[in-house]
């Protein structure tokens, strides 16, 4: 794949323009209470009409397309949340949508994906992630929506970029949880176009931190990787098509600890009445470590499609922030 470079402003909002009539602006709230250290806002992207940003990068990927290009369908590569994102489009349009995952992909992830009419494709973890770097998959026809490798979607994530910065113009550093990297490298995008200055951070937990590993090597390296309730986010490895681009834009990675997701997951429940998931709340996890000295803080709440029995478990304070035992996962 080739290396991708920062997304234009004027391609983000074109994007924006594209995408007025299906997503929400989501709101950008302060997050109050004892708990909270610093000047936190958190943008609500759990509240778009599929639970997460991807409608954004989905949407603005497909509704881009030439109509030829949408003959045979759409498929994707994703755990959850950008299946989801994909599938809802291609209702709405009335296009064959197929999605592959992984094996330990969330119950609550699929069923919704399913429920809006799409087929999946369940294959081993290394295969997924083989998809997902070869941008290619032999048993799949129509067009690939890639969860993060394409600039139509990291345009449509920049999007993000331009509400923060209308609703905060003078926010000091924003914190974007660190996936594929598609969400971050598109939101950065747009505020280094017009904030310079902000400070970008991803953020990362502990059982699959590539991103902070290859910073600190000065390259992309692999990592070990435990699956765990922070699905969506976390692999062994950064993709290389996005290394560059991640490394060009970011200030650093931000790691956090199961445990402090499922406490930043409480404190959006008792503070901010929100619901989040894992990677939804490792954002405000990295930003409530005090690891951030600058005054007013944005944590993304990239999605809220969290197993109604695993929150309970975290609510409850109970034993629910186990992971798997750590794998050496190949990437290439």
Request: glycine share 10%.
């Amino acid at each position: 794949m080739t290396e991708h470079k920062a997304v234009s402003l004027k391609t983000i909002e074109s994007a924006r323009a594209r995408l007025a009539s299906t997503i929400v602006r989501t709101p950008l709230i302060s997050l109050n209470g004892p708990e909270v250290p610093c000047k936190i806002f958190v943008k609500l992207e759990n509240l778009q009409p599929v639970g997460s940003f991807k409608m954004r990068g989905a949407g603005n990927a497909i509704l881009a397309l030439e109509t030829d290009r949408l003959s045979h369908g759409v498929w994707t590569a994703s755990a959850g949340n950008m299946a989801h994102g994909v599938a809802w489009y291609a209702r709405v349009l009335g296009l064959p949508c197929k999605v592959v995952v992984p094996d330990d992909a969330p119950e609550t992830k699929t069923a919704a994906i399913q429920g809006l009419g799409a087929r999946i494709f369940r294959v081993p973890f290394v295969d997924y992630q083989a998809i997902q770097r070869n941008h290619a998959c032999e048993f799949m026809e129509g067009t690939l929506i890639h969860p993060f490798g394409d600039e139509a979607v990291m345009a449509g994530n920049g999007t993000i970029g331009l509400e923060i910065l209308e609703e905060l113009p003078d926010v000091e550093a924003v914190i974007i949880p660190f996936g594929g990297g598609g969400l971050s490298c598109g939101i950065a995008s747009a505020i280094r176009a017009l904030r310079p200055h902000v400070k970008l951070y991803a953020a990362e937990v502990d059982t699959g931190a590539p991103l902070a590993a290859s910073l600190a090597a000065g390259k992309p390296v692999e990592t070990e990787f435990a699956p765990s309730f922070v699905s969506g986010i976390g692999g062994p490895c950064v993709f290389p098509e996005m290394w560059s681009l991640a490394s060009q834009l970011l200030d650093g990675s931000l790691i956090v600890t199961l445990s402090q997701v499922a406490e930043a997951i409480r404190i959006l429940c008792r503070s901010g009445h929100v619901v989040a998931e894992g990677a939804g709340a490792v954002a405000l996890a990295a930003a409530l470590s005090g690891k951030v000295s600058a005054g007013k803080v944005v944590c993304i709440v990239s999605g809220g499609n969290i197993d109604t029995g695993k929150l309970i478990q975290i609510l409850q304070e109970k034993d629910s922030i186990s992971s798997s035992p750590a794998a050496r996962i190949p990437c290439s």
